[in-house]
C-alpha cells in the first residue's frame, strides 16, 4: 500500500506500448534476485483466482534450497481460505540477548482483468526502463527483496547478532479477506515477536526527469474503519409524501459529515514532516506551516496548509462518504436509506470515539454503526535513532545528497496488526516511485528498473546495519 502514501503526492505518467520480455541487469547477484522477483510476480496472488500459499511455498523452496532447515520455515494457513496461506522464516542470531527484528511484506495483490491492461498482467514485460505487471511494486518488489536477502545471508555465511524474522502474508489488499498478518499477531505472536519490524509504506519520490528528490521513512499510518449511517421509515405512497423522508434524513446527517472537521492533531512524525516541509516551501505555505506547527488553533493558517489534500489528511482524522443505497421502488417511499463512511482515523484516536462523534453528528434519527473488521487502534512508533541513523547513514551510502523525512501514512498497512501487539513498524526508504505509483492498485502497474535493483542494494546493507 505504499501507492496510498506517495500516489497523493504525485500525478500520472504515459503507458508506453512495447512488450519486450523482462530481462536480469548483468551483475550476477542481479541475475538471481531478478528470478526471485519474476516468479513472485507472475504467480497470480489475486483473492479471485490465485494463491498465496502456491507463492509462499515457492519462496520457501528457494529458502530451503539456500541452506534453511525446514524447522527454519512455518508455512500456516486455515482450512476455509487454503489459498491465502503464508510464510515465517527465521535466521537465527548469535547474540540471544539481542531481540529479534522482523521483515515484513504482503504477497497478495488488487485485481487486475488482462482485457483491460495494455499487456498480461501476469507476466512480466520489461519496456523503456520499466518493469510492468500487477504487483511489480505492491508490495511484490519489496517481498522479493527480503527473500533475496534472506538467500544472501544464509548462501554468503553472514551471522547477524540479532536474529532476522521474514514474514510473507496474504489478505492486505482486501478488507473481508483472511488476512495473515493479523492471524499471525492474535494467534502466533512469539513466532513473529521482534523488537520492530520493517515493513512497506515509505519510499523515495523521483522528479519528473527521473532525478532521485526525497526520501521518505513511514513512522506510523492511520486506520481505516468503515461505518453504516442508517435512516428508516415505515414508508407508503409517494403521492403522499412525509417531512420524515429515510432519503432526506440521511441526506442531512451525510451533510453534517461533510461540514464537520476532526481537530488537527500532531505526532512526532508528523510534527517533524511538517517542520521540514516547512523549510523547504518558501512562501504562504511554508509560513502557514509554520504558524500551524506553533498554534494549531490558528484558523487563518489551518486553511492555507490544508489547502493541500495531502496535508489535510495527515493533520486529522477524515471520514467521507463512499457509498449510499436508498429505496426500493420508484413510486414508494424510501423505508431505509444506508450510507457507508470511510473514516481514517488519526494513530491514538479510538474507533469508539470515532463512532461517538459521527452519532452526535448524524443525530437521533440516523443509526451509525461501526463495520466489520473493526480495526485496531494505531499505534504511532516513536522516531527512534536507532532505527533513523542507520537509514540515514546507510543512504548517504547509496544516494548521497538525498534527505530523508518521516512520514505518516494517510492509508494503512498490515502493520497496524503487529503495532497492536507492541511491534513498532517502520516502512522502509529505497524503493524510488515517479508519478506512476498511481498505477499501483490501478491500469498497467510499473516498477522503475533501475529503481529496483538501487533499493535492493540498499535495503540489503540496511538490515544488516539493524542487525549487526
Known sequence: MRAITLAILLGTTATGAGLTPAAAQDRPDHKAFFEVYKELVET?????????????????????????????????????????????????????????????????????????????????????????????????????????????????????KRTIKLALTCGEETTFAFNGAEWLAKNKPELIAAEFALNEGGGGLLTEEGERKTLFLQVGEKAAQNFTLLATNPGGHSSQPTPDNAIYQLSDALKAVQGYEFPIRFTDTTRAFFAGNATAQP???????KRLLADPSDAAANAVVSANKTYHS????????????????????????????????????????????LKELAGP????????????????????PKILNPAKAVAAKHFPGTAILPL?????????????????????????????????????ERMNVKSLYDGRDYLFDVVKAYAG
Open 408 to 444: 505518516m501514512s494517510t492509508g494503512a498497512t498490515d502493520g497496524i496488526f503487529f503495532e497492536a501487539i507492541g511491534i513498532p513498524v517502520y516502512g522502509v526508504p529505497g524503493l524510488f516511485i515517479g508519478s506512476d505509483i498511481n498505477r499501483a492498485h490501478g491500469l498497467n
Open 44 to 160: 497470480n496472488t489475486t483473492l479471485s483466482s490465485g494463491s498465496c500459499t502456491q507463492a509462499a511455498a515457492q519462496i520457501g523452496a528457494r529458502l530451503k534450497a539456500a541452506g534453511y532447515a525446514d524447522a527454519d520455515l512455518t508455512y500456516f494457513s486455515v482450512p476455509d481460505h487454503p489459498k491465502e496461506g503464508g510464510l515465517v522464516a527465521i535466521l537465527k542470531g548469535s547474540n540471544p540477548r539481542a531481540k529479534p527484528m522482523l521483515l515484513m511484506a504482503h504477497i497478495d495483490v488488487v485485481e487486475a482483468k488482462r482485457e483491460d491492461w495494455t499487456r498480461d498482467p501476469f507476466k512480466l514485460v520489461e519496456d523503456g526502463g520499466y518493469y510492468y505487471a500487477r504487483g511489480s511494486t505492491d508490495d511484490k518488489a519489496q517481498a522479493a527483496i527480503w527473500s533475496d536477502a534472506m538467500i544472501r545471508f544464509k548462501t554468503g555465511g553472514y551471522h547477524p
Open 365 to 384: 434519527k440516523v443509526t451509525v454503526t461501526a463495520n466489520q473488521p473493526v480495526r485496531p487502534t494505531a499505534v504511532p512508533p516513536t522516531l527512534d
Open 314 to 357: 495527515m493533520l486529522r482524522t477524515t471520514c467521507v462518504a463512499t457509498l449510499l443505497n436508498a429505496g426500493h421502488a420508484e413510486n414508494a417511499l424510501p423505508q431505509r436509506a444506508t450510507a457507508n463512511v470511510n473514516c481514517r482515523i488519526f494513530p491514538g484516536e479510538t474507533v469508539d470515539a470515532t463512532l461517538a462523534k
Open 283 to 289: 512562501g504562504p505555505m511554508g509560513d502557514a506551516i
